[in-house]
């Protein structure tokens, strides 16, 4: 059956707070990312709006939403509170469970800054009824995720991290001793933490459509979740 194209702004019900999430799947599209922003940032982040267009253009659906209100997103406690952020994270996929299941797209997490601590924690504990395939992480803090987790951690996981950003580079290379699953490492070379250098992100972008391609293509063995 031909799926259409489906764009659509939700509102996603967490707790007391009220999310917004923009809703993005290409016609016949195979998977579903849904993103993690970082400490301070919102759906409306650029950098992470351009790394989805990337993937819709690859065929992939996306849910870019807003992790905390903003009376939330006020207060550093907040933004710095893992399991909090990771615990939005899987209500929203819960969200677009329905439509996922619908459309038989296998599911992925892209998180930056904090939001990839918060994407590794939630896909390290997934819901059997949606469960995650394959996460990318973009200058992200997986050590913020802790030890726990990061090895109970059973998809297929990308770290992504500037050449010289060098503090985050060393924090990410612990984690990844640290992870029992198919992993990889990947610098961009010349690259800052925000990836702010011409072809930086683009770079970025096109490492984690690969990724999400060879991960969450039909074709892939489904993943074995063990508890």
């Not at 996981?157 to 198919?182: K, S, Y």
Request: proline fraction near 4%; glycine fraction near 8%.
């Amino acid at each position: 059956m031909h799926a259409e194209p489906l764009s659509l702004s939700m509102d996603i019900v967490a707790d007391d707070a009220v999310l917004e999430g923009n809703l993005n799947c290409p016609a016949n599209a195979f998977g579903l990312v849904i993103f993690a922003h970082g400490s301070g940032s919102s759906r409306l982040s650029p950098r992470n709006r351009y790394v989805a267009d990337q993937l819709n253009a690859a065929g992939l659906g996306t849910l870019l939403f807003d992790l905390l209100s903003d009376d939330e997103a006020a207060h550093a406690s907040c933004r710095f509170d893992i399991e909090l952020l990771a615990q939005r994270l899987r209500t929203a996929t819960r969200a677009v469970g329905n439509i996922a299941r619908e459309r038989k797209l296998r599911l992925g997490y892209f998180g930056a800054s904090t939001g990839a601590a918060a994407a590794i924690l939630a896909a390290a504990d997934s819901d059997d009824a949606c469960p995650i395939e394959a996460v990318v992480s973009r200058g992200g803090r997986p050590d913020l995720a802790g030890q726990h987790a990061l090895s109970k951690l059973a998809c297929p996981t990308l770290l992504i991290v500037g050449a010289v950003d060098l503090d985050v580079l060393g924090l990410n290379r612990q984690a990844l001793t640290q992870m029992q699953c198919e992993k990889a490492l990947e610098t961009v070379p010349h690259a800052t933490h925000l990836f702010e250098e011409a072809g930086a992100l683009e770079q970025v972008a096109e490492l984690a459509r690969a990724w999400f391609v060879r991960h969450l293509r039909a074709t892939a063995q489904p993943h074995q979740h063990t508890r």
